[in-house]
């Protein structure tokens, strides 16, 4: 098998043969077709992520089919379209576990962080977090919702049930995430880079009701606002935005410092959140509506030798909606 590895933090990945592997006992071995490249892939690269495994090979929206299955695996088959997740392994007996906040658990293992990913020819993950996705719909345009359409989803369903709300950061989950909320019936208002009016074409283009920079004040007051860009001045900004009662969800796993702010943007029952991974379960509801939604990804596609460059293209914000490696 090939892989864009990452061999030491803050490096180019390296295009890298390595043995194939064989699953172990409740393992399966998926031939990768696809895998998008989310933003949490920059922060692994860029070493802002506590003790990730290095060498590592990054990627968590990974589309593929099983080809080797070990021992113990039950409700899967040989050659079975799956979904591997952000997700790739839970302790199952810790409080969090125990409690059905998986998402949270004390020993958790995240594919392509603290085990290998998709930025590959093959992979390895446990069967209990893979998804079977069925037939419908292509590897490419599927990838992205793995990680920004899930995370999207959770980050959504935190955020309340609010009828106005504004989206952070317009990219991957967020492009996602408006198709959602305007089939629930909601009023979207995107925030972007200040002066990046291609990004707010894209917005309306895909529903939202208002699209402007983050440094202009959106024309209502929000019921409900979710920050996907990792950028920690955005939380005042947002505070600013809803009205009381209003919910600021955090959707990152890494965000810059957030600077002081006055009491009184928080005042008045404001919300302030932060979205840790996902669930099994929030896997389960998003995959089964997003064909009854009818999201449609827009997609960038690379060859998986090339994931250096999608990286760096995800960086400077040089495409619309999601990138994603075919090997
Ligand atoms: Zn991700
Ligand atoms: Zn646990």
Redesign the pocket.
């Known amino acids: 098998m090939r892989a864009m590895v990452l061999k030491k933090l803050r490096t180019a990945l390296e295009s890298t043969d390595l043995p194939d592997r064989q699953p172990g006992p409740g393992q399966i071995r998926v031939k990768v077709a696809a895998c998008?490249v989310?933003?949490?892939?920059l922060h692994v690269v860029d070493g802002e992520l506590a003790d990730p495994k290095v060498p590592i090979t990054p990627g968590?929206?990974i589309v593929g089919r099983i080809d080797a299955m070990g021992a113990g695996v039950e409700g899967l088959s040989m050659g079975e379209r799956v979904g591997i997740p952000?997700l790739g392994h839970t302790c199952g007996v810790c409080a969090y576990c125990v409690a059905g906040h998986e998402n949270l658990c004390d020993r958790p293992l995240f594919t392509g962080y603290t085990r290998d990913g998709g930025f590959a020819t093959a992979t390895i993950a446990d069967a209990r977090f893979a998804f079977p996705l069925g037939e419908v719909g292509t590897d490419v345009a599927l990838a992205p919702l793995l990680?920004?359409g899930l995370?999207g989803w959770r980050s959504l369903v935190i955020a309340g049930d609010g009828k106005k709300l504004g989206l952070y950061g317009f990219g991957a989950a967020a492009h996602i995430v408006a198709q959602v909320a305007k089939w629930q019936g909601r009023t979207v208002f995107a925030l972007t880079r200040p002066g990046d009016t291609g990004t707010q074409a894209f917005a309306r283009r895909l529903g939202a009701t208002w699209a402007g920079g983050s440094d202009v004040m959106p024309p209502e007051s929000l019921d409900a606002a979710i920050i996907f860009a990792s950028v920690g001045g955005l939380v005042p900004l947002a505070l600013r935005a809803v009205h009381k009662g209003g919910r600021v969800v955090c959707a990152g796993?890494h965000m810059s410092d957030i600077p002081t702010f006055p009491y009184s943007l928080l005042w008045g029952e404001r919300k302030l959140l932060s979205v840790a991974n996902l669930t099994r379960q929030d896997g389960i509801d998003f995959l089964s509506l997003a064909p009854r939604i009818g999201v449609v990804t827009a997609t960038t596609t690379y060859p998986l030798d090339e994931a250096n460059r999608a990286l760096g293209d995800l960086r400077a914000g040089r495409f619309e909606g999601a990138a994603v490696l075919v090997p």
């Open positions: 998008g989310c933003r949490t892939d968590h929206e952000w990680c920004a995370i796993i």
